[in-house]
């Protein structure tokens, strides 16, 4: 049985006192609430410490990581580094990671090979633009960014690792993949995956919200949401993570 698990990415947003903050009222929130699901924190690097002091019952995650290990690589982060800092999780391959810095998938998988070497827990981030699923290549796109890490052939490629099926065009844009549309690709996905595609958490991230989480994660191979804007306001958040319960 997959557990429900919901990742926040707070991208570049926030102070000390914003994480303090927010930390403190998620924290009690999701303590009276009785959530179920796992939750993980993925905070810009400067407060991965602050969160980590502060994290009550969820997981520290990282938004990016070096695929180095280490080495002059000025202003890289490597995932003994994240480590050694309290992270449990890192993202790797975000769709903001590849359309701004122009990481290819060849990279992202060098990147989660790093992290699985230093035994961090991936957050694998695949999915189109809206060019490419007008043209009908969502499935297309997607096997290929999935193919780039199978093609590491690392020893259990998928254990400990969790896919998030992200849309280009639904993030941060308000447009939200149908449950039905993003029940295909998950399915898809998780066929990719092969015999490890039934006990891989697979995410869904893009525009998620209070509103639709609920609907989004009754879906049979939907098992969370990777959180961007909404993970910013407590009560929204905690909603998502209470969301499958």
């Known amino acids: 049985m997959r557990k429900t698990l919901v990742a926040a990415n707070w991208k570049m947003h926030g102070t000390k006192a914003f994480a303090e903050q927010l930390l403190a009222e998620l924290n009690n929130g999701l303590k009276s609430r009785e959530c179920s699901a796992q939750v993980v924190i993925c905070p810009p690097y400067p407060y991965l410490g602050v969160v980590a002091g502060s994290i009550g019952q969820a997981q520290l995650g990282a938004q990016n990581l070096s695929e180095q290990p280490s080495g002059a690589y000025t202003g890289e982060v490597s995932a003994e580094m994240l480590l050694d800092c309290g992270a449990r999780y890192a993202i790797v ?3 903001e990671r590849r359309s701004l ?3 290819s998938s060849a990279l992202v998988a060098a990147k989660y090979a790093a992290a699985k070497a230093a035994g961090l827990i991936p957050i694998l981030c695949v999915g189109e633009s809206l060019e490419e699923r007008e043209a009908g290549k969502t499935l297309e796109v997607v096997a290929e960014q999935i193919q780039a890490i199978v093609a590491l052939g690392l020893p259990d490629t998928w254990q400990n690792a969790v896919v998030a ?14 449950p039905e549309q993003a029940q295909e690709v998950h399915q898809f996905i998780r ?14 991230g893009g525009s998620v919200k209070a509103a639709n989480a609920a609907e989004l994660f009754a879906k049979p191979d939907i098992d969370g949401a ?10 929204e958040f905690i909603q998502i993570c209470c969301a499958a319960d």
């Open 93 to 95: 391959g975000h769709s």
């Open 101 to 103: 810095y122009g990481e």
């Open 165 to 178: 099926y992200e849309p280009v065009w639904a993030i941060g844009t308000g447009k939200t993949a149908s």
């Open 191 to 204: 066929q990719q995956l092969g015999e490890a595609g039934g006990e891989t958490q697979i995410l869904y």
């Open 226 to 235: 990777l959180v961007g804007g909404a993970s910013l306001k407590a009560e």
